[in-house]
């Protein structure tokens, strides 16, 4: 049995299977695969969270990029993980102000570019690095602060 095949059941057998450090894995019913970490848990009084996530890709694309080679590695991934992702492009990064998704940020690297959309779809470059994901928390806040 393949690698792929032997994760693909491990997943489908657990649709939502949280990794020991905290990395979701969440099988879609077309069989593709939609991976998250949180960086910052929103509290009850601040509702502000930050997600490391890669879209939904099928299995192969997860081997091609060299995420899961063996069955050990689904429980040995970590946020870490998807946060190299973002930093070679191949991820995103969304940064909720509000825990609804009406007051947030997508980044994402486009080319040599970071890159964030906002809640209306309005985009530009950013021009200040975003290197620890306080520093993206703190952009965003910012970022809707000066828009009003």
């Not at 450090?21 to 960086?39: K, L, M, Y």
Request: glycine residues 4%; charged residues 25%.
């Amino acid at each position: 049995m393949l690698f792929t095949e032997k994760i693909s059941d491990f997943l489908n057998s657990r649709p939502s299977y949280i990794s020991p450090a905290g990395v979701r894995f969440n099988i879609n019913p077309d069989a593709s695969i939609f991976i998250t970490a949180n960086f910052a848990e929103p509290e009850p009084d601040n509702l502000i969270s930050l997600d490391f996530f890669k879209e939904a890709v099928s299995m192969e694309e997860l081997a091609q990029l060299r995420l899961l080679s063996k069955l050990d590695d689904v429980e040995q991934f970590k946020p870490q993980d998807l946060l190299n992702l973002f930093y070679n492009g191949k991820a995103s990064v969304v940064c909720t102000l509000d825990g609804y998704f009406t007051k947030c940020l997508n980044f994402e690297k486009k080319q040599e570019n970071l890159c964030a959309t906002d809640d209306e779809g309005k985009m530009h470059i950013v021009k200040t690095q975003l290197d620890k994901p306080e520093n993206f928390i703190n952009y965003t806040l910012g970022y809707y602060l000066n828009s009003n």
